[in-house]
């Protein structure tokens, strides 16, 4: 009997690494107060994929959270991090025109403001710093990141598994599960569609808001292959070991109208202090830990030990 309650165990936990779920957190208050929807990427220790770039990419060793959406420009706002040469949209669109170093202090005020570590160093001067082995939650494989952080931008890796991945481990070439190339949309939330391609067309310069923004991804993000190109935490030459290197940008955007920069070849890279474009923006990575296994996968698994145990009789 207990070979059979170990097999549950281990049946829960592959329930809980393969399947995708949700989660909503809240920060600030009063007036102030925002939401946001992170989705869990499971599969911990992927298979990384071979054909895109850089090459290889994708493999977590890890349970994350990214957000469902990108960061909106009225989150930004409420904690004070404004566009380059103020460029703004209008609230529930993107934040667009955001340096590398905008969303850098966003994502550090997530931790502080609820008690936490600050994910990334800034020094006196304002200008951003590598982590020492004196610092508390130093990691020499990351010196831009502090291990004792909640909130940060996602690496290439963790990016790149959320867009082109799948719970199954299947690699796409787009980020909306799909071989295909998306079809060019304004806004909406169809299948294999995405934002991009609608040049500066008006009001909120073409951009969608971030929960209309197009289809969803295998793992159920949105808008990784448009709206607005997104910055990632990691270095452009894929190692975090200067402070002040370019940094990759992933993602097409609603002004470019070539699909090539979708698909998952295609990889950006920026000054994180001095540039952005007006069609740069962000999304939020998050630690998270093993959710419990659905009621779908307790009655599989309740099956299952059924099964083993009139095979015992």
Do not use: C
Not at 109 to 125: D, R, V
Not at 293 to 312: D, Q
Request: glycine share 14%.
């Amino acid at each position: 009997m207990r070979k059979l309650q170990r097999l549950v165990i281990f049946l829960a936990s592959l329930a809980t690494i393969s399947s995708a779920q949700t989660t909503t957190e809240t920060f600030g208050s009063g007036a102030n107060a925002f939401t946001m929807e992170f989705v869990t990427i499971g599969n911990p220790g992927n298979a990384a994929d071979t054909t895109g770039t850089p090459n290889p990419v994708g493999s977590v060793s890890y349970i994350y959270n990214i957000g469902k959406y990108e960061v909106s420009r009225d989150m930004t706002d409420k904690v004070g991090i404004s566009g380059v040469g103020g460029f703004s949209t209008t609230a529930n669109k993107p934040a667009a025109g955001i340096t590398w170093y905008g969303a850098a202090k966003f994502v550090n005020w997530l931790n502080t403001s609820t008690g936490g570590q600050a994910a990334y160093k800034f020094g006196s001067s304002g200008n951003i710093e590598l982590w020492s082995p004196t610092d508390s939650g130093y990691n020499p494989n990351n010196l831009f990141r502090n291990s004792n952080a909640k909130y940060f931008l996602p690496s290439t890796d963790e990016w790149y598994k959320a867009a082109y991945g799948s719970p199954s481990g299947t690699w796409y070439n787009y980020p909306t599960g799909s071989d295909t190339a998306p079809t060019k949309v304004s806004g909406g939330t169809d299948g294999n569609s995405a934002v991009y391609g609608g040049g500066l067309n008006g009001a909120g310069f073409g951009l969608a808001d971030i929960n209309n923004a197009g289809g969803l991804s295998a793992w159920g993000t949105m808008a990784q292959g448009g709206n607005v190109a997104e910055w990632n935490e990691t270095a452009f030459d894929g190692i975090n070991d200067t402070a002040s290197e370019s940094r990759v940008v992933r993602g097409n955007s609603f002004f470019y109208s070539n699909e090539a920069g979708l698909d998952s070849s295609h990889q950006g890279g920026s000054s994180p202090y001095s540039v952005a474009g007006y069609d740069w923006g962000f999304r939020v990575a998050a630690t998270a830990s093993v959710p419990e296994p659905s009621s779908l996968s307790l009655l599989t698994m309740g099956g299952v030990l059924v099964a083993l145990g009139r095979r015992r009789n």
